[in-house]
């Protein structure tokens, strides 16, 4: 079936183009390159993994329940629209709400692939240039596994947030080869992992699980690039230019503190929009779960050297400063090891299906 068939409300046109600005950089000094960063691009290189493969697509997935998500989380809960859903109206409802989730990662993720090309093209360090394409690769991997997730296993997708959508193209349109870097390794990477381990933590179906602990534990390297070149990049930058990658950051970070109110989903239940808004500011769930998506940015913006007063006041009002002092490197570390105890646990289950298997084989045999 037509990706397009499956998409609720457009979009009316799937090609979606943005004047690219800056210039291409080649450089021809080959020497070794910083030692950390040609680390990485070497993790990178290991750490190479199959979408096709790796994860078990032959898992059946509810299409009405895709992330066990409780009544509680879901906006509508309590209200009077609630009262008079029936269970099978309640399933329409996380189906959507699961494919609104899903979809923007999907978006972003390619927006991703597209920046991590961008900075193979603008960035002047060759060391920089190897790492980002690792990352390329990571992101086409990533936009597969959710495509496939949505088209196989919900069978709906929704349109790219309109504020998701502005942040790519602010992103992409800036003509400094750094501007990639900050508004996709940092704000959407930073965003995309925080939301990406909230879903694997409380999921109790396996299938979405493997996928998000997968792709977070390529993500972690992604953010740790950002940090790594930003952070050098920004100690030579005066303080009117830390100040214009400042209002970058603010503003998107207010872009994407409003796009998580699911407000499109709630629409096409016959919510009107200013009534999805009031129902998103008051549940509790999505409080607590807006807040804790800083949980990546916050650290890692004011680690690479972006911490001005406007700044920092930005944050007060977002109620997200005190994130600043998180750890973010063991965030990272948690991510990497959840996504190894993953794979030791369902090989460890899959050789002992076998054993039993082939003892079962044995005994039959013997029997005869």
Known sequence: ?????????????????????????????????????????????????????????????????????????????????????????????????????????????????????????????????????????????????????????????????????????????????????LGMQVLIEGLALAAFGMIRDTTDKPLPKQILAYVMQDEARHVAFGRMALRDYYKQLGDAELREREEFVIEGCYLMRDRLRGVEVLENFGVSKAEAEQYSEQNEFLHLFRKLLFSRIVPCVKDIGLWGKRLQQAYVDMGVLELGDSNLDLLMAEDEEIAEQLDRDRFAQEETARVAEVEEMIAEGAGG
């Not at 979606?16 to 291409?24: C, D, L, R, T, Y």
């Not at 680390?39 to 994860?55: C, E, F, S, T």
């Not at 899903?102 to 240039?129: N, T, W, Y």
């Not at 088209?151 to 003509?175: E, I, W």
Request: with cysteine.
């Open 1 to 181: 079936m037509s990706t397009h068939d499956l998409y609720v409300n457009g979009p009316q046109d799937p090609l979606w183009e943005i004047p690219a600005s800056g210039a291409a950089r080649f450089s021809w000094d080959y020497d070794d390159g910083r030692e950390r960063l040609l680390a990485l691009y070497q993790k990178g290189k290991d750490k190479q993994w199959d979408g096709a493969k790796r994860i078990d697509w032959d898992i059946e997935v509810d299409p009405y329940d895709p992330l066990g998500t409780p009544d509680e989380s879901l906006t509508l809960y309590g209200t009077r629209h609630w009262a008079k859903m029936t269970d099978k109206d309640k399933g329409e409802l996380r189906r959507h709400y699961a494919s609104w989730q899903f979809s923007q990662f999907l978006h972003g993720e390619q927006g991703a692939m597209v920046c991590a090309a961008r900075i193979v093209e603008s960035v002047p360090d060759l060391d920089a240039k190897f790492y980002s394409a690792t990352q390329t690769m990571d992101e086409a991997r990533h936009a597969e596994i959710y495509s496939r997730f949505l088209h196989d296993k919900v069978g709906m997708l929704y349109p790219v947030n309109d504020n998701l959508q502005g942040l790519l193209g602010d992103t992409l349109r800036d003509s400094r080869w750094d501007m990639p870097y």
